[in-house]
Nanobody, 120 residues
Framework: QVQLVESGGGLVLPGGSLRLSCAASGSIFSINGMGWYRQAPGKERELVAT???????NYADSVKGRFTISRDNAKNTVYLRMNSLKPEDTAVYYC??????????????WGQGTQVTVSS
């Protein structure tokens, strides 16, 4: 199987920065797209950012210009650098990956989620 393990969440002051990491491991042949989603209390899970295997990125309008998604293909890891954080960014953040497994089947996997709280 494939596992995605997230790290880097925590409490940060408004205007501060935080960097999330998500490392995939297991029966991986390669990884196509990777992304970050978030879910705030009382709201639906929403797309934050995506990145292709070639490095093309896409962002939600609410985070454009503040967040940066990147990846290290050699480490099967995706990152989310969050700058100028606002209280509205408070949510559980989930990474996901479109994985081509060793058995040559594509499967979507999700991380366990990491809490990001922006508060003074």
């Amino acid at each position: 199987q494939v596992q995605l393990v997230e790290s880097g969440g925590g409490l940060v002051l408004p205007g501060g920065s935080l960097r999330l990491s998500c490392a995939a491991s297991g029966s991986i042949f390669s990884i196509n797209g990777m992304g970050w989603y978030r879910q705030a209390p009382g709201k639906e899970r929403e797309l934050v950012a995506t990145i292709t295997s070639g490095g093309s990125t896409n962002y939600a309008d609410s985070v454009k210009g503040r967040f940066t998604i990147s990846r290290d293909n050699a480490k099967n890891t995706v990152y989310l650098r969050m700058n100028s954080l606002k209280p509205e960014d408070t949510a559980v953040y989930y990474c996901n990956a479109d994985v081509l497994r060793l058995d040559r089947r594509y499967e979507i996997y999700w991380g366990q989620g990491t809490q990001v709280t922006v508060s003074s």
